[in-house]
């Protein structure tokens, strides 16, 4: 999908002889954490909100040049690029260039969000199920196998954590029968993280328990 159509104009680039007093009353008149930053046609980077309102309003950008933040994306990027680019620079704001480093505009993180919240993996109903297995061990095609074989379809899928060397890994599953699905990931060598109420795993266990409570208490 092309991003284009959510490139903005209507907040002007800064040049680096802008004073800083100038630029936090921008600030003060807007939501954005950075404000983009050009020399003779070409992007240099950002200037966040947070710094500035630490610097000498007598001063100039090109003073705090060494505080720019470098961060951009291409008119020729995914979405999905452009959203990472977001969340490893805090900013809810990103510079969009072309192959020269001309700046085009800029996209504002809710439109970015939009786009992802139209994927199948938000906005079609269906499980989520998060499961955990070794890095090394665990494999996206015998996942998808897994869950196919039960008649259900991953409706999206990602790492959403890696911590001592194990890796859990949260989908979305097309409506079906969870109960078997989720079993199945444990004859894997998976570990089930998310609960369910379908899960007669969990349940028998439960069970048991209560059972050997009462069988103790007798």
């Known amino acids: 999908m092309s991003l284009t159509e959510y490139i ?37 980077g950002c200037i966040s909100e947070n710094d500035v309102r630490c610097f000498e309003a007598n001063k100039s950008i090109d003073d705090y040049r060494y505080a720019l933040e470098g961060f951009f994306t291409r008119d020729t990027n995914y979405w999905l690029d452009t959203l ?52 090394k061990d665990y494999s996206f095609s ?25 890796a859990q890994i949260t989908m979305k599953i097309s409506p079906s029968g969870m109960n078997e699905i989720i079993q199945s990931f444990r004859r894997y060598g998976y570990i089930i993280i998310s609960e369910h109420q379908e899960d007669t795993f969990n349940k028998n266990l439960k069970d048991r328990s209560k059972y050997l409570d009462k069988y103790l208490n007798i």
């Open 84 to 135: 990472e680019a977001f969340a490893q620079n805090s900013s809810n704001i990103m510079p969009v260039l072309d192959e020269e480093n001309h700046y085009l505009g800029y996209l504002e993180l809710s439109e970015i969000m939009t786009l992802f919240n139209e994927t199948p993996f938000l906005s079609e109903s269906g499980n989520i199920l998060v499961v955990e297995k070794a890095f």
């Open 142 to 166: 015998e996942i998808s196998q897994i869950v196919e074989s039960n008649n259900a379809h991953i409706l999206g899928s990602f790492i959403s954590k890696i911590e001592n060397d194990m």
């Open 8 to 44: 903005l104009n209507d907040v002007e680039i800064l040049n680096p002889h802008m004073k800083i007093g100038e630029i936090k009353l921008l600030f003060n008149e807007l939501t954005y954490t950075h404000l983009p930053v050009e020399s003779d046609g070409i992007y240099i």
